[in-house]
Nanobody, 123 residues
Framework: QLQLVESGGGLVQPGGSLRLSCAAS????????IGWFRQAPGKEREGVSC????????NYADSVKGRFTISRDNAKNTVYLQMNSLKPEDTAIYYC????????????????WGQGTQVTVSS
């Protein structure tokens, strides 16, 4: 049983902050790259950020660069996405995903997916 569970979403005002968590069960994340993706109503799923299995390498979409930070704590089997200076355009369902062999912002590369957590940025 391999499972990823996102948490930490909610409603925040523009300029606010939120931290999302992605917790794994049934397997260890030590050998997996992790990606964060989001999907807004009527739009395609887009890659937000990703992190290598060791945590040494990270990547961000241009739209969130400088505002979002991805990190991981393999001992806790958890990956985080710290989101600062949130904008209404960040409103979406956020998903985390894991894959042992591939790394990047292409959702097609990931084998395991969580169910998502809603982030709404509105005044």
């Amino acid at each position: 049983q391999l499972q990823l569970v996102e948490s930490g979403g909610g409603l925040v005002q523009p300029g606010g902050s939120l931290r999302l968590s992605c917790a794994a069960s049934g397997f260890t994340l030590d050998y997996y790259a992790i990606g964060w993706f989001r999907q807004a109503p009527g739009k395609e799923r887009e890659g937000v950020s990703c992190i290598s299995s060791s945590g040494a390498s990270t990547n961000y979409a241009d739209s969130v660069k400088g505002r979002f930070t991805i990190s991981r704590d393999n001992a806790k089997n958890t990956v985080y996405l710290q989101m600062n200076s949130l904008k209404p355009e960040d409103t979406a369902i956020y998903y985390c995903a894991a894959d042992r062999l591939r790394y990047g912002l292409d959702s097609r590369w990931y084998r395991y997916w969580g169910q998502g957590t809603q982030v709404t940025v509105s005044s």
